[in-house]
């Protein structure tokens, strides 16, 4: 099994590939949509979760998605058309630092997948690039909210603390108006999501050859998560808008 298909089977039930929950989503688009007919632009959307939400609750927004996975935008597809957004989304199949759209956006998001630009920073370049003027960007990074092991950096990054990660944000231009710190549930729900969903499969499965490789997987990610970096990790949400001398 491919990791696109572990990955959708572990994102099963929890939609938003981040440890973010549903109230907290909602809050933040809510803060970076405030007029409701804004044009959004996910950079790394995968299955479009965080717009088909947006579009969903704002009639009169237009959106668009730009991912790598052709398997995820066909779900964003088939997900927009029985939600009938099918209209109001566009998605692209592409490199995001490819994309070069034909007008600028109100809300840039990335979040949780800054890994596709080569980091923080290199991401928020990538959504300025895109900003109309005054627009909102929602960025998600982790952090280590506590010291981690060298094996907890290898694994996940090199991330920085809370702190520093956003004064490196307010450095690079940016003016934090709201944001999100994960929370020790949030953080906990998600990995027993993912992980649990893996597991489950492969035990409903039994009989399907990869269910061996999923149940393993599911078992050493688990312990990763268990044992090297959940007493350090944090994730948290940002939305940011131009610091006027940098604007």
Known sequence: MNREQISRIAHAEHPIKSP???ASVSRLLARGLPRGDERVLDLGCGGAEWLLRALATRPRLHAEGVDVSADALAQARQAASALGLRQRLALHHRNAQDFVPSEPFDLVLSVGATHAFGGLLPTLA???RHLAPGGYVLIGEGFWERAPSQEAV???GDLTDLATTVDRV???GWT???GHISTRRELDDYEWACWGSLAAWALDHPADPDSTQVLQTATIRRSEWLR???DAF???SLVLRRTPEHA
């Open 228 to 230: 090297v970096y959940r």
């Open 234 to 236: 944090g994730f948290v």
């Open 154 to 156: 290898e694994m996940l």
């Open 176 to 178: 934090p108006v709201d």
């Open 126 to 128: 990538a959504a300025r």
């Open 20 to 22: 973010i929950d549903d």
């Open 170 to 172: 307010v450095a690079d």
